[in-house]
């Protein structure tokens, strides 16, 4: 057992950080009502980095999504297409307006499947929603093109891919809006936070007026537009951020790019050290074309070839101390969970479901793959970085030792005991 548990400290505090959150929390502006302060650096940034020209700031990416599938005109009796593989809140928030999530079965790296999508499309259909899944972009060219053939509207959740590329071009901006959580573990962290995009007036007008009610809608929606007259109470529902977060995340926007880039290197790192163990093989690598964000790194296990399979894997990581090696489990195939089983909406009755086919890969997925954090290597953590690839470092080699010595001189008595068919007889 090493030392010292092995997980990688998320979010990195960086003093100037911290000093921009004193100074918002000083100025005494713990409210920002209007398009202005940090909450308006915040925005500028985003749309900067992503090229485009609204971005809209929210208390969480959940709320994120909201606005942009009411941006995007999704109301009572619309269904929209929804990776099953995926976090529930891609595609929760439909619920909310009415709308039927139907669930898409997904590729073999987790990625929506557009050619699964095709045999789901009915005259109801209004839009797809996917997710860029632990950071790998999906496969855009194919999904735009699924879409526009439909007639579809595209929104991109790209919670788990801050500043990744696809062929060059920054996810979130090949659909009709896109959403980021900001939440302590995403790349970019306020604690809690969201935040939208879009091209398109119409659809910001339409995601502020959800959240955004008063100053900031009156400031910023199109005084000529249909909705101008609802910009004083909204509809009902407040999503503006706390200040302080966006206080925290604000200067982390500037290292996106550097953030990536250093995560490639530790992504391959990690998965040359996990290829020492026979029968895993990593699933979200980036490639020339989809430049993954590493939200994760995402690992497969044959069964066929490591007895006792992915679980039996994690426990021997968690048991020899690196704690990053997760089964993710919020991050269910929704097809298993309640809600989209039996959809409830506090706006709508359904008559029909959402899970229309089966869904063999997601399945798949949920049972032989686990995820582990990949270093981000911000400068002035170079240590942590290095310590954290040890650990990793010293726990698979002693698993692929063990496993290859099981009866020879490389055997742990814990981890044969651990290991099912193996060393425990
Ligand atoms: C893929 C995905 N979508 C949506 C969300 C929702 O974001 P939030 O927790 O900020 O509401 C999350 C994160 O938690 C997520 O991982």
Redesign the pocket.
């Known amino acids: 057992m090493l030392d010292t548990t092995v997980e990688y400290p998320w979010p990195k505090r960086r003093p100037e950080w911290s000093e921009r959150v004193l100074r918002q929390l000083e100025s005494g502006k713990l409210s920002v009502y209007d398009r202005s302060g940090v909450v308006a650096e915040f925005e500028d940034a985003w749309s900067e980095a992503h090229g485009t020209p609204y971005s809209l700031v929210t208390n969480?990416?959940?709320?994120?999504?909201h606005s942009a599938f009411y941006g995007i005109g999704i109301g009572p009796g619309d269904e929209v297409l929804c990776p099953s593989y995926?976090?529930f809140?891609?595609s929760a928030s439909l619920f909310q307006l009415g709308a039927l999530p139907v669930l898409v079965d997904a590729r073999p790296d987790g990625s929506f499947d557009p050619e699964a999508a095709a045999a789901l499309v009915t005259d109801r259909t209004k839009a797809v929603v996917l997710?860029h899944?632990w950071g790998l972009p999906c496969d855009m060219d194919a999904i735009v093109a699924f879409t526009r053939h439909h007639g579809l509207s595209l929104v991109e959740?790209c919670?788990?891919a801050h500043g990744a590329t696809y062929a060059g071009r920054p996810v979130g901006t090949f659909g009709s809006a896109a959403?980021w959580?900001?939440?302590t573990?995403?790349l970019i962290a306020a604690g809690?936070?969201?935040v939208m995009t879009t091209s398109s007036r119409e659809i910001y007008d339409r995601a502020q007026l959800l959240g955004h009610f008063n100053k900031r809608a009156l400031q910023e929606m199109d005084p000529q537009g249909p909705l101008y007259q609802y910009a004083v109470t909204g509809l009902g529902l407040k999503y503006r951020a706390h200040p302080l977060g966006i206080a925290f995340a604000v200067g982390q926007i500037a290292e996106l790019p550097a953030w990536i880039r250093n995560k490639q290197g530790f992504a391959e790192k990690i998965a040359t050290l996990f290829a020492r163990i026979d029968g895993i093989t990593p699933l979200t690598l980036s490639t020339p074309e989809r430049v993954s964000a590493h939200y994760a790194l995402l690992f497969e296990v044959d069964p066929g070839r490591l007895p006792g399979g992915r679980d039996w894997l994690v426990a021997a990581c968690n048991a020899e101390g690196i704690g990053d090696v997760d089964i993710p489990k919020?991050?269910s195939p929704l097809h298993t969970l309640h809600l989209f089983q039996k959809p409830l909406s506090p706006v709508t009755t359904y008559d029909r479901a959402g899970i229309r086919s089966t869904f063999p890969v997601a399945d798949r997925l949920a049972a032989r793959t686990f995820k582990i954090s990949v270093p981000c290597a911000p400068a002035g953590f170079e240590e942590e970085d290095a310590r954290y690839l040890e650990g990793v470092r010293a726990v698979t080699e002693k698993i692929a030792d063990h496993l290859t010595h099981h009866d020879g001189p490389g055997a742990d008595a814990r981890l044969a005991a651990a290991t099912p068919g193996r060393g425990a007889r």
């Open positions: 969480s990416g959940t709320a994120a999504l995926t976090f809140a891609t997710t899944m959740d919670s788990h959403a959580s900001l939440q573990q995403k809690e936070g969201g919020a991050t």
